[in-house]
């Protein structure tokens, strides 16, 4: 019994490696550790997304508007739409979401990033 839930415990986490909500924090987070740029745009979260699903060998395609969609659903704001798409502002409040999340949702490699220490130039909370 012991031995079929701990099978049950990896198929478990083998899906949450794949679950969109999963990648799409894992690629903000990534984001926020780059701290380049003070916003991303949401088409490049979703590119950033589909390439982490690459890593476990899904191929799958995420488009813009379903990530922006989720990106909502998971608590962030965002930016009206400008000629380029719909933005995220990568503030310390939005990093911390992202950090929070991650631990809700077990994302792989959450506890490499600290972003409560995240400076941002033209940081606007």
């Known amino acids: 019994m ?3 839930l701990h099978e049950q415990n990896d198929e478990i986490d083998a899906a949450n490696w794949v ?8 690629a903000i987070l990534a984001h926020c550790r ?12 979703a590119e950033m997304a589909e390439r982490i699903l690459e ?9 813009p508007g379903g ?7 998971l608590g962030f704001s965002t930016e009206p739409r400008d000629a380029r798409g719909i933005r995220l502002r990568l503030t310390n409040a ?10 809700q949702f ?12 995240v400076g941002h130039v033209g940081q606007i909370d």
């Open 34 to 45: 780059e701290a380049k740029m003070q916003s991303v745009y949401v088409g490049a979260i």
């Open 67 to 73: 990530a922006g969609r989720r990106i909502k659903s």
């Open 19 to 26: 679950d969109p909500n999963t990648v799409i924090i894992e």
């Open 2 to 4: 012991h031995e079929l």
């Open 55 to 63: 890593g476990p060998g899904e191929i799958r395609k995420l488009d």
């Open 94 to 103: 939005t990093c911390i979401r992202a950090h929070d999340l991650a631990h």
């Open 106 to 117: 077990d994302v792989p490699g959450v506890e490499e990033c600290e972003c409560k220490d």
